[in-house]
């Protein structure tokens, strides 16, 4: 064999073994960034148990501050009495500071220093970004999962969230209801509320809305869902981007009050942008009752912004009063109050 | 005649005084020692449940039934199972009235169940799940529900801005 067809040789076989290389490598920084995360974050995850009507019920849930202070579901803490945290050795009372079953979350604290978690951006995820939720399945240790950003849902089977949901495509089990859904950089970025299909994915609460709910809490001493009193339709026309047609404003309400007119093309909800009328829930689920927002519109070419101080939502106090809207209601004419 | 008789005497007296050959004897006990060999060999072979087949099948062959006697048994065979099948449904009934149990399942089916005479409802699903947690928790008085929603609490969005 001359030198030229040796070194031929040898040089395909060198270029064939690089990609199988470079997979290893890929593969080998995935393990090492998960094992980290997850031996980072294990510490303030705790097992929750509680009794509610059914029996007892266990779930999962995670330390954000040092106090002792801790996010779980409301399935798992919302009504229930006797609540548990189990964290590695120690079983600790825990108290129920707010359960809010408009996002699905509860707020617990127990009396002793902790581990936590830090806070994330959920905004900064973006489809097929990597995820770690780190829970308790059924009656098993505290277990790692390894995912990726499915898509960002507002609504499910023609039905509607409170607020976007992060579906991550993480298989998740029972017992993992409360469970942080976490980046890569080990920030919690979600709360893990509920399976989907059968537990091959999952929905997450994004941490902002989370916040928002403690924020609330922390100011307060509850929650405190705000109203502007607007109703809005699907405009055949669209302008800037928007096809949301404000067309009608509740009298008596800060909407009314404030100076935005039917007839106006909403643009913008505090910081949230409108673009389809769905997106008005994502603005409205942002609002504080006492605090002022800006509303942002388009009324005959000109962008106008108003500054709204939201009221307390009317379905504040009774949860019976809301009702679920299918997507054949966005016809284009429908009127997207519930009568209050 | 007489002659016939006459050759017989002789041929009898001839025969009285006739010899088996060299080593006959021997032969008839190889014989006699061979057949037992063989007889004992079959016995062997046979199970227990052949060997007793095999002797009430040669009982059965010397036993003799009247034809009276079969007619008899189917009588009383055919009367028997006419007196079960008689009994039988008074004994379900009285059982489903005193069992108190059945009556509540009867009664809470509808609540869950998926209707065929309305469009399908997630909720009926979402019901059916709760209600397959519940029963699994209360299987057990130790077993726990671990918790893991199939859709988010806050499904049924408000639409009041």
């Known amino acids: 064999m001359s030198p030229r067809v040796l070194t031929a040789v040898c040089g395909l076989l060198v270029a064939g073994g690089i990609p199988l290389q470079a997979e290893d490598n890929v593969l080998s920084s995935m393990t090492e960034a998960v094992q980290t995360v997850f031996q980072n974050a294990r510490g303030a995850v705790v097992k929750i148990r509680a009794d509610d009507k059914h029996g007892r019920c266990v779930g999962s849930g995670f330390f954000i501050d040092p106090n002792g202070t801790l996010y779980t579901t409301y399935a798992v803490a919302g009504e229930s009495t006797n609540i548990i945290v189990e964290s590695g050795d120690r079983k600790l009372t825990a108290t129920r500071l707010l359960a809010d079953p408009r996002s699905g979350i509860v707020l617990l604290k127990v009396d002793t220093s902790t581990p936590f978690l830090s806070i994330g951006k959920s905004a900064d995820l973006a489809i097929a970004s990597p995820v770690v939720t780190v829970g308790y399945p059924m009656d098993l240790p505290v277990t790692p999962t390894l995912g990726f950003i499915g898509g960002f849902d507002l609504k499910y089977l023609n039905r509607y969230f409170s607020t976007t949901h992060i579906r991550a495509n993480v298989s998740v089990q029972r017992g993992e209801s409360g469970a942080p859904l976490i980046n890569t950089k080990g920030e919690v970025v979600g709360i893990l509320i509920s399976g989907l299909d059968g537990g091959s994915a999952c929905y997450a609460l994004p941490i902002e809305a989370a916040e928002k709910i403690r924020s609330d809490y922390v100011r307060y001493g509850g929650v405190r869902h705000g109203w502007i009193g607007i109703t809005v339709s699907k405009s055949p026309e669209e302008h800037e981007g928007s096809v949301v047609l404000i067309d009608g404003l509740v009298d008596d309400t800060p909407a009314a009050q404030s100076g935005i007119r039917k007839g106006d093309t909403l643009l913008r909800i505090g910081h949230v942008a409108v673009a389809q009328p769905e997106d008005v829930l994502n603005g409205s689920f942002y609002l504080t009752s006492g605090e002022k927002t800006s509303v942002e519109v388009i009324r005959d070419g000109q962008h106008l912004t108003f500054s709204v101080s939201a009221a307390e939502h009317p379905n504040s106090e009774s949860a019976e009063s809301a009702r679920a809207i299918t997507q054949s209601d966005f016809g284009g004419t429908f009127n997207l109050t519930s009568g209050h | ?161």
């Open chain 2, 1 to 161: 005649m007489d002659d016939e008789f006459k050759e017989l005497q002789t041929l009898l007296r001839l025969k009285k005084y006739e010899q088996p050959p060299q080593g006959f004897e021997s032969y008839s006990e190889r014989f006699l020692k061979e057949f037992h060999r063989r007889q004992r060999w079959e016995a062997s072979r046979k199970t227990g449940f052949a060997a007793l087949w095999e002797s009430t099948a040669e009982w059965m062959e010397n036993f003799t039934v009247p034809r009276y006697a079969y007619a008899l048994t189917l009588a009383v065979f055919g009367a028997a199972a006419l007196a079960i099948n008689g009994l039988q449904p008074a004994d379900r009934v009285e059982t489903l009235a005193a069992g108190q149990s059945f009556a509540p399942v009867a009664v809470s089916a509808p609540r869950s169940a998926l209707a065929l005479n309305r469009p399908l409802d997630l909720s009926d699903l979402e019901v059916q799940s709760q209600l397959n947690l519940g029963n699994s928790a209360t299987g057990g008085d130790v077993q726990p529900r671990y918790i893991l929603d199939a859709r988010p609490a806050s499904y049924d969005a408000s639409f009041s801005f």
